[in-house]
């Protein structure tokens, strides 16, 4: 079975500093994604970032890169020169292949305040 | 570009009530999903559809039954209502296929109160 885990329900950095969003997965597949994205208090869904099983660099977008650990199993979201606007829930998300069909599954979450 | 339309936005039921909650994307993406999203929980998947034609039950299906009506259409039905259903109901769609580094798009959730 695939799972994600995030294990911090609640996180918090001060404005400018980095903060580190840990995500583990677990899956017997060889080939999967490793998504991340932001919600707002509004609510929406934001698409951060992408890194692929088989990419042998980790991802960056910015200021987010994905801190990629394959034997690990980790899959953990940088945030650097963190700003207000950064204060929202962050998720984990991996999609794998079962049964032949392309799934998209997420953690619980890790609730991030930036403080000034 | 609207992209993923769910309606209604809001919405209170009564215990024992059915509704249907409607998701439309203009991406011509093969796969949606249906979602909900609950405190301390994230999102699970209720049921998904790889493409038109096919749906396939996710992690927490019981009490809901989806149609895909057409390659743009995924709808959420509920047939008879329970508080538990209390949550916000996430739609989302994306490319289907061997890739894997599609993201998923989203709708803006519907907020559904079951009292």
């Known amino acids: 079975a695939q799972k994600i885990t995030q294990t911090q329900p609640g996180m918090f950095v001060q404005e400018k500093e980095a903060v580190t969003l840990d995500c583990t997965y677990d899956t017997s597949d060889q080939s999967y994604g490793l998504f991340w994205y932001k919600q707002p208090s509004s609510g929406e869904m934001i698409f951060l970032i992408y890194q692929g099983s088989y990419d042998e660099q980790n991802a960056t977008e910015g200021r987010y890169s994905l801190n990629f650990q394959k034997a690990r199993k980790s899959a953990n979201l940088v945030i650097s020169a963190s700003q207000l606007g950064d204060s929202a829930m962050y998720f984990c998300a991996m999609r794998a292949f079962s049964g032949g069909y392309n799934k998209l599954i997420f953690g619980a979450g890790t609730r991030l305040a930036v403080h000034p | 570009n609207a992209g993923v339309t769910q309606t209604p936005k809001f919405q209170v039921l009564k215990t024992g009530q059915s509704m249907t909650l409607q998701c439309a994307q203009d991406m011509n993406h093969n796969s949606m999903y249906w979602y909900r999203q609950d405190p301390g929980m994230g999102l699970r998947l209720i049921y998904y559809?790889?493409?038109?034609?096919?749906?396939d039950k996710g992690e927490v299906p019981n009490g809901y039954n989806v149609s895909r009506l057409n390659k743009r259409e995924f709808s959420l039905r509920l047939e008879s209502a329970a508080p538990s259903q209390t949550s916000v109901y996430f739609c989302?769609?994306?490319?289907?296929?061997?890739?894997?580094?599609?993201?998923?798009?989203f709708g803006q959730g519907t907020r559904l109160t079951v009292v």
């Open positions: 989302a769609s994306s490319e289907f296929g061997r890739t894997l580094n599609t993201e998923a798009f």
């Open positions: 559809s790889a493409s038109e034609g096919t749906t």
